[in-house]
């Protein structure tokens, strides 16, 4: 690859501040990954260099991959066919709205179908459903945390691209600090195991191998220190203490439109939340056939109206989408 000839094309000089450069289409969707990135940062040089303003216009990925969303444009038609700019947007945002394929999509498991319709409304509000899969899983958050949980928390890759979002009520106050463990809790699974338990709630299971005086220890510590990081980098939680069904039941749609079934509980609880969407189901269809129904509709409107629950949850998966 010769960037000579692209230095020559852009001619940019003291004298010449400002240039407009065009490259054949094909000549960049030929270029192969590692001469689009030589050429990127050939301008990043010059920009640095020069102190030049440069503007691009493309349909590589590669050419803005991990610039800073505030540096990029997306030009998009509106129903009137009108151009408009969406700005300060993630490159993988820009190109999937010209059909280029999203690299290393989201995954996102949850406890129970509640969780799973409030994530996905909240996706499909800020248009970013199509980087995401959410997943739940039966069984509740023990089988989620202990089974599910810790083969991901132990691979490199999985730790990238999976994330638990729990229900509130999991939720403990826990901070788990590594920098500050000393060299004796560090080779202490003991300790460790302790330091689990106060993040999760629970034991989780560690596989070591076997050594000579039983289970090898070090490799015991370093999964347990590796659910601690876990916790604290992957795992998020829809709310303080609720569960989703009573988050549902927090909308003003429900305040205002069942109010006679609201009327029949002093507080909506972890404890009765359910059993109230129960009955909003039967009054709406007239069974108890139609649950799953009742909380996709009720996750809509919740997820159009503003809350501080809904914020949050929009900020943490904007945090997981930059990862």
Not at 82 to 92: L, P, R
Request: hydrophobic share 35%.
């Amino acid at each position: 690859f010769n960037v000579y000839r692209y230095k020559e094309k852009l001619s940019l000089s003291e004298t010449n501040p400002v240039n407009q450069t065009e490259f054949e289409k094909d000549d960049i969707r030929t270029m192969a990954r590692n001469n689009k990135e030589k050429l990127k940062e050939y301008l990043l040089e010059i920009i640095k260099e020069k102190k030049l303003q440069v503007v691009i216009s493309t349909h590589s990925p590669i050419l803005i991959e991990n610039m800073p969303n505030s540096a990029i444009k997306l030009f998009k038609t509106n129903t009137d066919g009108k151009f408009y700019v969406k700005e300060d947007i993630h490159f993988q945002e820009a190109f999937y709205n010209i059909e280029d394929k999203v690299f290393d999509q989201k995954v996102i498991f949850c406890e129970d179908y509640a969780a799973k319709m409030i994530i996905e409304k909240i996706l499909k509000k800020i248009e970013k459903e199509q980087y995401f899969e959410v997943i739940y899983l039966p069984g509740g958050e023990k089988t989620l945390v202990n089974h599910y949980m810790t083969p991901f928390a132990l691979n490199e890759q999985f730790q990238k691209n999976i994330f638990l979002i729990l229900d509130g009520d999991m939720k403990r106050d826990y901070v788990f600090v590594e920098q500050e463990l000393t060299l004796e809790q560090h080779n202490n699974p003991k300790y460790l195991l302790e330091c689990v338990e106060k993040a999760y709630g629970m034991t989780l299971d560690a596989f070591p191998d076997a050594g000579r005086n039983g289970k090898r220890m070090d490799q015991e510590c370093e999964a347990y220190i590796c659910y601690l990081r876990y916790y604290m980098s992957n795992i998020f939680f829809l709310s303080e203490r609720n569960i989703p069904e009573e988050i549902l039941l927090m909308s003003n749609y429900v305040k205002e439109n069942y109010t006679e079934i609201l009327n029949n509980y002093s507080e909506i609880t972890s404890e009765n939340a359910k059993e109230v969407v129960r009955e909003i189901s039967i009054c709406d269809h007239d069974d108890e056939n139609h649950i799953k129904d009742t909380i996709s509709m009720l996750a809509n409107k919740w997820s159009m109206e503003d809350s501080a629950i809904k914020s949050q949850l929009i900020a943490d998966i904007n945090s997981i989408f930059e990862r």
